[in-house]
């Protein structure tokens, strides 16, 4: 359950619908019905709102980039791509924004610092 449970927007999901179909085939409606409920609006307002946003705010982009970078990194270096895709994903967008700002002459620096 832990793994699935760290793919991004899907994990949660795959973890909890399943145990909420079984409880309901199995006649528990009230626990289906709560889990199910706690699921849709909890779990996936944290997993697929508020993570997304918070992790792009404190990186400074969109969540879109965000998300592409943990599920690229999970692909490429497997679970320890969730702290090594955004990770990856910082370091080339400051390196780019350091190098185009080097690379622009000096006059056009000082403007663009205003």
């Given amino acids: 359950m832990a ?3 760290l793919i991004p927007s899907l ?3 795959l973890i909890w619908m399943p145990v909420a179909i079984y409880l309901a085939l199995t006649g528990h409606w009230v626990k289906a019905s709560i889990l199910t409920g706690w699921g849709a609006f909890v779990i996936g307002t ?3 709102l508020l993570y997304p946003t918070l992790v792009g705010t404190k990186m400074q982009l969109h969540t879109v980039p ?3 970078s943990v599920l690229g990194g999970i692909g490429f270096f497997g679970i320890s791509g969730i702290v ?3 990770l990856t994903l910082t370091t080339a967008v400051t390196l780019l924004r ?3 700002s080097s690379a ?3 006059d056009a620096r ?3 610092r205003h």
Avoid: R
Wanted: proline share 12%; net charge negative; aromatic share 12%.
């Fill in 84 to 86: 090594l895709g955004p």
């Fill in 104 to 106: 622009l002459p000096s």
């Fill in 98 to 100: 350091m190098w185009s």
């Fill in 46 to 48: 944290v997993d697929n």
């Fill in 66 to 68: 965000v998300l592409f």
């Fill in 11 to 13: 994990g949660t999901f």
């Fill in 3 to 5: 793994v699935p449970a």
């Fill in 110 to 112: 000082e403007q663009a």
